[in-house]
């Protein structure tokens, strides 16, 4: 029902709109959202107008079948990437986030560039380090018998494997965190903005300092890297570093999350990978279709029709893999996770050209995190008569783990 004052588009039909969308910023539930919310929303229309599906409070078409979906994620000639995140525009700069701001073919020119990066060759070599890393947090709460896995775990490992492949010191874990929560978690808006110009500011201090004192990380190979035969500009390398920065801190925080909750949760699941560590790795890949959290944007540049509604220039589009990845339409026993079958390709890490580049660091860091944590704790669970709080929009993550053990 139409009830929200707001100057609805004559194109848009008054039964589709939606004043309620779940998945917005700035909501939090202590309902687990993957069960409840989805299943409510699998059971409307395929394809939603929500009001305040687009940060902050701002209107957006909601397609939640996956071939929908995957259909705009590979029409690049209707929909645009570009400028779909806030950040540049909110501190008046020109940079774009990179690549997931570029459409092709420009874009596949900035692939080729960070591939070299998350080639498994170079991952292998990281592989020691990562597991330190892991085995480094684990350390601090094994023997206490609980932990908060949240804040002792699931938000500091992602970050300080960021920061020494960036080559930055971890004694900014403190301030990485601030940010990430400024930018990423907070209504805000001039939190927001002042996130992003420290975070810029500070990527800014590096990108100079490695052109002075190159090093073996992220930001020298981009600093001495070469497109069609030139160096990046300052705000392609800003758009980079920030890309790099939002997808290897926050999404990798809340895919650990769900993993670990969901095997707090399932304990017949928990049981089988200590009995059978050779499953993990398939089990994450049945965890990242069950438990995706992202959603990011389109925005439409050519009229077309999509599920019997007419997308016009200038709309926004919600481009859920929660959704997507629990379509009864597409998926048998959606809601079901089969930890021992790898699932079919999920649109967890993005689909098309615009799949994400540091997939395979992501998948590493899921897999040596449950690694390491059934190795070194008994059987864990949550503790009781702990509200559990998750963040809704436009990623959906846990605020708190409680684990006993």
Known sequence: MDTTPFDRPAHVPADLVRDNYPFAMGRTTTDNPFTALLEELHNGPEIIYATNAYPIDIPAWVPRRLNDIQAIYLDTEH???ESFSPFPTLVGESWRVIPVEIDPPQHFQYRALLNPLFTPKRLQQLEDQVRRTAREYIDQFKEAGQCEFMSQFAMRFPIAVFLDLMGMPRERMEQFLEWEGLLLHSMDLEGIIRGTQQVVAYLREIIEERRNHPGDDLVSYLVNAEMDGRKLTDDELVGCSFNLYIGGLDTVTTNIAWQIRHLAEHQEDQ??????????????????????AVTTFRTCVKQIDIAGVTIMPGDKVAMSTTLGNTDPAAWENPMAVAIDRQPPRSLTFGFGVHRCVGVTLARRESVIAIEELLSAIPQFRLQNDVPLVT??????????IPLVW
Do not use: D, H, M, T
Not at 391 to 400: A, F, M, S, T, V
């Open 79 to 81: 929909f645009s990437s």
């Open 271 to 292: 049981q089988a990978l200590r009995e059978n560590p050779s499953l993990i790795p398939v089990a994450v890949e049945a965890l990242y279709r069950r438990y995706p």
């Open 391 to 400: 963040e809704l929009g436009p990623i959906l993550q846990p605020k708190n």
